[in-house]
């Protein structure tokens, strides 16, 4: 079990940028496929953007493809999120997720992923 801890949501104002920073406890970090999913309220969970083991194998959602990059630091047990060009229906609660057993097929599934963070809030004002 990975245990994930959620930072640097806040408050910005549309075409702004934040960073989102998911430290990892846990020794299985490295071998397993990492992604970010947000939720607005009154919305179903979705699928912002995810990478696999391999940090060259990223995926995006096609709302955010172009304006958000992931990336991840083993050596540090971090995943990041860079948002730029923030947008107001960028607004949601932003978790991490690490699944092991990901694979291309399902790594836009919420279902794939075992471990959640708390979750972190990002607000984008027009």
């Known amino acids: 079990q990975v245990q994930l801890v959620e930072s640097g949501g806040g408050l910005v104002q549309a075409g702004g940028s934040l960073r989102l920073s998911c430290a990892a406890a846990?020794?299985?970090?490295?071998?397993?496929?990492m992604a970010w999913f947000r939720q607005a309220p009154g919305k179903e969970r979705e699928f912002v953007a995810a990478?696999?083991?391999?940090?060259?194998?990223?995926y995006y959602a096609d709302s955010v493809k172009g304006r958000f990059t992931i990336s991840r630091d083993n050596t540090k047990k971090t995943l990041y999120l860079q948002m730029n060009s923030l947008k107001p229906e960028d607004t949601a609660v932003y978790y991490c997720?690490?699944?092991?057993?990901?694979?291309?097929?399902?790594?836009?599934?919420?279902?794939?992923?075992?471990?959640w963070g708390q979750g972190t809030q990002v607000t984008v004002s027009s």
């Open positions: 990478i696999h083991r391999t940090p060259s194998h990223t």
């Open positions: 846990g020794r299985t970090f490295s071998n397993g496929g």
């Open positions: 997720a690490v699944g092991m057993g990901v694979i291309t097929s399902t790594v836009r599934a919420a279902s794939a992923y075992g471990s």
